[in-house]
C-alpha cells in the first residue's frame, strides 16, 4: 500500500489484517487456507514512526491519548472521514 500523508488528527478508519493463532488439530491442508481476522479501527492519526501508523481512538483535553500501533504492511485500505454539518452521517 502506498503511504499517504495526514496531517495530526485526521480522521481515519482504518482496514487491516490481525494474526489469528487457532488452537486444536485440523489437516494440513485444512490450514494451509485459513487467513487473518479482519479488523477496522477508527481514530484520529498521530503519526507515522518506522512504519507504524500510530491512531488514537480518544484525546482528552490534557493531551493524554490512547495508541493503537498499526503496521503498514498489514494495512488493507485507508478512509479518511469526514463530518458533515448538515446532522447527516
Known amino acids: 500500500m502506498r503511504i499517504k500523508k495526514f496531517e495530526k488528527y485526521d480522521r ?3 482496514a487491516w489484517i ?3 493463532e487457532r488452537s486444536g488439530w ?3 491442508a485444512a490450514a494451509e487456507t485459513e487467513g ?3 479488523v477496522n479501527n477508527i481514530g484520529y492519526f ?3 514512526h518506522k ?3 500510530n491512531l488514537a481512538s480518544s484525546l482528552s483535553e490534557d493531551g ?3 495508541v493503537t500501533s498499526i503496521p503498514w504492511g498489514v494495512i488493507t485500505e485507508i478512509k ?3 463530518i458533515t454539518t448538515d446532522g447527516e452521517c
Open 80 to 82: 479518511q472521514l469526514r
Open 18 to 20: 490481525d494474526i489469528v
Open 64 to 66: 493524554d491519548c490512547n
Open 26 to 28: 485440523r489437516s494440513v
Open 46 to 48: 498521530l503519526g507515522n
Open 51 to 53: 512504519g507504524i501508523l
Open 36 to 38: 487473518g481476522a479482519k
Open 12 to 14: 481515519l478508519e482504518v
